[in-house]
């Protein structure tokens, strides 16, 4: 095993929102970034309909589930498969496939009133091309929150900090009524990682 791939296997193991997860049972430790970011900005709601993009392996779905209960629903949809989750209706297809977001639709039943994107690229470990790609996804779930949400929906969605994350935020303020910046504490420190939390979707 490569020395990076050992501490970051040390770092995992002994990270304290992973063994956190394991205890409340999320099936990842991301479950905690949405945690800390819905207890801020109050996003999730009883009753409310939510899809998650690029959901796998489910934590973020997990808290979504809960906390919309079951008169809520959540669907979740990932090119990988996922596991069934209490309260979450799965789909497995490609976002960028028109019927993979006809099905999501179709799912949701109404439109909705959260789209969650902690959708991320294979890494290269080339800084520009995974920004790039980062960007990439990032523009998907904007414009597919578009089409879902409703006035007064919501979107939070996966950006990284580099050349293209001014572009991603200049084109969530011309979607959307607010945006604001959020770097959940369960963010590794080194990560470039942040999200950006967009309300109410302008008119198109």
Do not use: C
């Not at 303020?173 to 945006?179: D, E, G, L």
């Amino acid at each position: 095993m490569a020395k990076s791939s050992k501490a970051w296997l040390q770092r995992h193991v002994t990270d304290a929102y992973v063994r956190q997860a394991r205890a409340a049972g999320y099936r990842s430790r991301a479950a905690y970034k949405l945690l800390e970011i819905d207890q801020k900005d109050k996003l999730l709601k009883p009753g409310m309909r939510v899809l998650d993009l690029g959901a796998a392996p489910g934590g973020w779905s997990q808290v979504a589930g809960r906390r919309a209960g079951p008169r809520g629903r959540v669907v979740a949809i990932d090119l990988l498969e996922i596991a069934p989750i209490s309260q979450v209706k799965v789909l497995r297809g490609d976002l960028r496939e028109p019927h993979a977001r006809a099905a999501a639709s179709e799912a949701l039943g109404g439109a909705a009133d959260l789209v969650l994107s902690d959708l991320s690229p294979n890494l290269s470990g080339i800084p520009g091309v995974d920004q790039a790609r980062a960007a990439e996804l990032a523009q998907l779930a904007l414009e597919l929150a578009g089409e879902v949400l409703k006035p007064s929906g919501a979107l939070l969605v996966k950006v990284f900090q580099g050349e293209a994350f001014d572009e991603v935020l200049a084109r969530a303020r011309r979607a959307f009524q607010t945006v604001v910046v959020r770097k959940p504490g369960a963010s590794r420190g080194e990560s470039r990682e942040t999200y950006l939390l967009a309300r109410g979707p302008k008119p198109r």
